[in-house]
T-cell receptor, first 111, second 111 residues
Framework: AQSVTQLDSHVSVSEGTPVLLRCNYSSSYSPSLFWYVQHPNKGLQLLLKYTSAATLVKGINGFEAEFKKSETSFHLTKPSAHMSDAAEYFCVVSEAHDMRFGAGTRLTVKP | EAGVAQSPRYKIIEKRQSVAFWCNPISGHATLYWYQQILGQGPKLLIQFQNNGVVDDSQLPKDRFSAERLKGVDSTLKIQPAKLEDSAVYLC?????????FGPGTRLLVL
């Protein structure tokens, strides 16, 4: 079965500096990959998704992720962090509507 | 377009009591999911419906949890009797393609 590992449980950056949230996946097939964000007491919001088209995927709020099959990675990046980016981020791998979530990475943004 | 609706948003009960959650998916979405998200963890799939049929309930604790989607639209998830370890956020999601859209969740506290 597919699985996903988020390599950092907590990432802390200063406002205006780059963000890197790391995700490795395991899948028997060509998976779909997603990043979701969860703000405190809010529902999960889709940031971006990869479904076997372009390997560099652009999402909302300036986030993007690159699918690297050779490294089985799907890291999330943003050039410049904003205070409003502070939240929990989940990497998700999906095969045929069966989604498996990572444990999450908590992003803290310092002023 | 209206999103996924869930109610109640919060519920506090004592152990051994019963509780029910309600979900109304996005109009036209055939697939509906219930997830359990324990504090500090990623969501875990409990049950997946396609229209009013169950696709996957392998991780649903069937001795105490039940779910139904009788008319293929809204759905209820019930816990009877509740245990302390059921304290979590219960998320409902719906989809028409591989992308799932999540509701705000119901936060359950079992005392």
């Amino acid at each position: 079965a597919q699985s996903v590992t988020q390599l950092d449980s907590h990432v802390s950056v200063s406002e205006g500096t780059p963000v890197l949230l790391r995700c490795n996946y395991s899948s028997s097939y060509s998976p779909s990959l997603f990043w979701y964000v969860q703000h405190p007491n809010k529902g999960l919001q889709l940031l971006l998704k990869y479904t076997s088209a372009a390997t560099l995927v652009k999402g909302i709020n300036g986030f993007e992720a690159e699918f690297k099959k050779s490294e089985t990675s799907f890291h999330l990046t943003k050039p410049s962090a904003h205070m409003s980016d502070a939240a929990e981020y989940f990497c998700v791998v999906s095969e045929a509507h069966d989604m498996r979530f990572g444990a999450g990475t908590r992003l803290t943004v310092k002023p | 377009e209206a999103g996924v609706a869930q109610s109640p948003r919060y519920k506090i009960i004592e152990k051994r009591q019963s509780v029910a959650f309600w979900c109304n998916p996005i109009s036209g979405h055939a697939t509906l999911y219930w997830y359990q998200q324990i504090l500090g963890q990623g969501p875990k799939l409990l049950i997946q419906f396609q229209n009013n049929g169950v696709v996957d309930d392998s991780q649903l604790p069937k001795d105490r949890f039940s779910a139904e989607r009788l008319k293929g639209v809204d759905s209820t998830l019930k816990i009877q009797p509740a245990k302390l370890e059921d304290s979590a956020v219960y998320l409902c999601a719906s989809s028409s393609t591989e992308t799932q859209y999540f509701g705000p969740g119901t936060r359950l506290l079992v005392l």
